[in-house]
């Protein structure tokens, strides 16, 4: 049973829907049998699944009632740092549920896919402009895999020339995911600490790049928010050593129209068209990570390639030797795409230049409204989030984790907590382009209101979220005895 509050205070239990299951009741009906009645094959006897017993109504119910209690882009502000959780335009699902879309299977021939296979062409064309790049495959399923699939290309690159390197810099500033998408690759990552500023500093990587480092993994802007001033410099020494650099390309919403990385000196990048490029994320998914990547490391993207023939007919080209394979079946989550492909489209470079520009401008005014009531480990200009710190509210033993569940009570999705790591205690938030000033007020005024209660009632944070249908959960129980079956 899960508690419910009702508008007088009292608590309700709610059944769970295996609890809802009574003997005897079914939400379908067999159609009548016209094939003559015939035994299972030797082997397939056995009990049936072990299934609640509920009707079509029981069945509608319990997951309307469950999807009225879900927190979303669509219902409340979700400012979940490094996750870009914003807001999804519907005329983009209008577009990826044509029919011609909704329908085409992966394995129409290209004379029958023409339409799929344009926007798919156009999307790669779309994204090399915005990045500065100039070969792009949307095979990635997500961005840990565009990024497992960058340092693929990266060492087959390096051993086309003949060189085996061992090792990838990875700044203290980077996504969680970038050292291990290295090691995958047979590259042991090798740590490098952010300046005071909180960004790279030249001398730092100068310091640790040598022939045997395949190149750097850079996020920009990178997890604190920031964005990373001395890459142009730090890519030249990378270059001039041999290596290669690469980007983290997941915060890019802070970015488009304002800043190519390629121009920047970078080699290769990643995408999450799930996060900036307008399609639903969340839920586990699915995702979309494209790698975009120089003309030298264009060779050894993913098969098959998508060309352009002389008669301007689109083709899958399977033909290349270099390249280092399928990295995902059929040519990535084309549902995704064609969502980014129609978002691209709906804004035009003025559009996303602005969502730019706003989302920097939202991410700026929380960090002012916010810093005296919480501690700014960095106060200076953000980009796309501010990264704040549980510090101001530790001597009073309230944490990170009870600032995050009690903005729960107060309607809204905590913000990202406990990363980046490299500031004790944080809270990431990102306000997206997408929320209002309004919206945003609204929004600082309940984490202002719980900085004075953690500073005057303490325990109310302890005890939080108290509102919600699910009370505090036991994480450290959770993690150690996970209930993978109920």
């Given at each position: 049973?899960t ?15 295996w609890?809802r ?13 016209d094939?003559?009645?015939a035994?299972?094959?030797p ?35 979700y ?16 577009v ?11 394995l ?8 799929p296979?344009?926007?798919?062409w ?35 690159f ?16 980077a ?37 045997d480092?395949?190149?750097i ?17 730090v ?15 997941a ?15 970078v ?13 639903p ?30 008669d ?8 290349r ?61 953000c ?15 309230v ?14 999705h905590?913000p ?18 997408t ?18 209660e ?20 036991d994480?450290?129980?959770?993690a ?7």
């Amino acid at each position: 049973m899960t508690a419910r509050v009702g508008t007088t205070g009292l608590v309700f239990e709610e059944p769970l829907i295996w609890e809802r299951s009574r003997s005897g009741r079914t939400g379908f009906s067999m159609p009548r049998r016209d094939v003559p009645e015939a035994p299972l094959p030797p082997g397939l006897e056995g009990e049936a699944p072990d299934l609640p017993e509920l009707t079509e109504v029981d069945v509608v119910r319990h997951f309307t009632r469950l999807s009225q209690w879900n927190v979303s882009v669509d219902t409340t502000t979700y400012p979940l740092g490094s996750c870009t959780m914003k807001y999804n335009p519907r005329l983009h699902e209008a577009v990826v549920a044509l029919e011609g879309l909704r329908t085409a299977h992966p394995l129409l021939p290209p004379a029958l896919a023409q339409g799929p296979l344009r926007i798919l062409w156009e999307t790669e064309r779309f994204l090399a402009e915005i990045t500065g790049m100039d070969a792009v495959s949307l095979q990635p399923a997500a961005g840990a895999q565009g990024e497992l699939t960058g340092i693929l290309v990266i060492r087959a690159f390096l051993a086309r020339r003949g060189e085996r390197r061992t090792k990838i810099l990875v700044p203290d500033t980077a996504h969680g995911t970038n050292p291990a998408s290295a090691a995958l690759c047979g590259l042991r990552p090798v740590p490098v600490a952010s300046g005071p500023g909180g960004v790279l500093e030249p001398a730092a990587v100068e310091a640790v790049m040598d022939e045997d480092v395949a190149g750097i993994m850079v996020t920009n802007p990178n997890t604190l928010g920031l964005f990373e001033e001395n890459l142009k410099e730090v890519a030249e020494i990378v270059h001039e050593k041999g290596g290669l650099v690469y980007c983290d390309g997941a915060n890019l919403n802070a970015l488009m129209g304002v800043v190519r990385m390629g121009d920047l000196g970078v080699d290769a990048m990643h995408l999450n068209l799930h996060k900036t490029f307008s399609a639903p994320h969340g839920g586990g998914g699915p995702g979309s990570g494209p790698l975009c990547v120089r003309a030298p490391l264009e060779p050894f993207l993913p098969v098959p390639r998508i060309v352009e023939r002389p008669d301007g007919s689109l083709d899958l080209d399977h033909d290349r030797p270099l390249s280092v394979g399928r990295v995902h079946a059929f040519y990535g989550n084309f549902g995704v795409i064609v969502r980014a492909w129609a978002y691209i489209r709906s804004m035009g470079a003025e559009g996303l230049r602005r969502a730019s520009e706003l989302a920097v401008l939202n991410a700026n005014y929380v960090k002012e409204r916010l810093k005296d009531v919480l501690h700014l480990p960095y106060d200076r200009p953000c980009l796309h989030e501010c990264v704040f710190t549980d510090r101001n509210q530790i001597p009073r033993k309230v944490t990170a984790l009870d600032i995050a569940k009690r903005l729960i009570d107060y309607g809204y999705h905590p913000p990202t907590i406990y990363f980046p790591l490299v500031v004790r205690g944080a809270l990431m938030i990102e306000p997206t382009e997408t929320e209002s000033k309004a919206d945003l007020d609204g929004f600082i005024e309940a984490l202002r209101a719980i900085a004075a209660e953690a500073e005057a009632e303490p325990q109310l944070l302890h005890d939080a979220p108290v509102q919600a249908k699910r009370r505090r959960l036991d994480e450290a129980a959770a993690a150690r005895s996970p209930c993978l079956t109920g």
